[in-house]
């Protein structure tokens, strides 16, 4: 409350006007004076204080004994009200209300699993519990390995998968893929660690992650970076990107800003099941930005990509050598 308003109540409180709630305020801020440490220009506006604490009493110990019991119950009863409409919906948020991750990913196939391996397929993805809760939702050919869960949080991941760790300060949680190790405690982030895709990269979104590539820690990453790791050289780079859930892959849209090939052709076979292929050393140094999403189709696609690389792509492999880009059809790697 600003002094304005504070010195409108004591006003009415003096006047005999305020009302019960109002009187209530203004008693309440007197009871205070005594119990917080205020500083004097927060009530240098006062004519006269020690008149008006007087006049305050004085007013209040009209109605107060006849209504201390009233309001000592009106107040009990209001604090119980607030304190159970808190514990209400602090259990709904919890336990029933969907978090953002979940109203996502609610047309995701969900599976459980305590131990063993599940895997995905061409633009298939799936949430997969943990026997802690933990959810991990795989992206397309992406697998995860579990084995011994209960005694040590650790899982093996291959491909791509977003990460919504329970938090458990005792048992830390740990990925294993693309050669780095990432720890956490309880958080959410998203790895990519695909063995077709030289690059291993992490991206948090909530809570720090611990990054090592078995031989030293490379970094402690919080919200809103990332790292991006070259298995081949041991090279990695730090980047800011805010983790974005409705402008990930997990809402059916990727965005490649200056992608490698490795990369596109990763995420058109993650949508399209065919696998970019060419002998051009220049395709496969260059750079590409481009969109993918479920409602485009594979053949508008292609002819973006066509636009892009300037050659034309053909949906089998082609025999002819002048032929530099073609696709194939591929299972999960």
Do not use: C
């Amino acid at each position: 409350m600003d002094q304005n308003q504070l010195k409108k109540l004591i006003k009415k409180y003096q006047e005999g006007t305020a009302s019960a709630a109002e009187k209530f305020v203004v008693e309440y801020w007197y009871e205070s004076l005594g119990q917080q440490k205020t500083e004097d220009s927060e009530i240098d506006f006062l004519p006269d204080r020690k008149n008006l604490k007087q006049r305050i009493v004085w007013a209040a110990s009209e109605y107060v004994d006849k209504r201390s019991i009233d309001r000592r119950r009106f107040i009990y009863v209001a604090v119980a009200s607030v304190m159970l409409f808190m514990l209400s919906t602090v259990l709904y948020h919890q336990y029933f209300s969907p978090s953002q991750i979940d109203r996502l990913i609610k047309p995701i196939k969900i599976v459980y699993l305590d131990r063993g391996t599940i895997s995905t397929g061409t633009a298939e993805r799936t949430t997969v519990i943990l026997n802690d809760g933990t959810k991990v939702i795989l992206n397309a050919n992406s697998g995860i390995t579990v084995s011994n869960y209960d005694h040590v949080r650790d899982v093996k991941l291959n491909g791509e998968a977003f990460f919504d760790v329970k938090r458990d300060p005792s048992r830390p949680f740990t990925v294993h893929g693309g050669g780095l190790n990432i720890k956490v405690l309880g958080t959410s982030f998203n790895v990519k660690a695909y063995r077709d895709i030289s690059n291993t990269s992490v991206s948090v979104r909530t809570g720090k992650v611990q990054v090592d590539n078995n031989e030293k820690n490379l970094r402690t990453l919080l919200p809103d970076e990332n790292i991006s790791y070259d298995r081949k050289s041991s090279n990695f780079k730090l980047t800011n990107a805010e983790y974005s859930l409705e402008t990930s892959w997990l809402s059916d849209h990727v965005k490649l800003d200056q992608a490698s090939f490795e990369e596109l052709n990763q995420n058109f076979k993650n949508f399209y099941g065919f696998s970019l292929h060419t002998a051009d050393e220049k395709l496969l140094k260059d750079r590409y930005n481009i969109n993918f999403r479920k409602s485009k189709t594979m053949t508008a696609a292609l002819e973006e990509i066509q636009l892009l690389t300037g050659k034309k792509s053909v949906s089998k492999i082609s025999r002819r050598k002048k032929r530099s880009f073609y696709t194939k059809k591929k299972g999960l790697t």
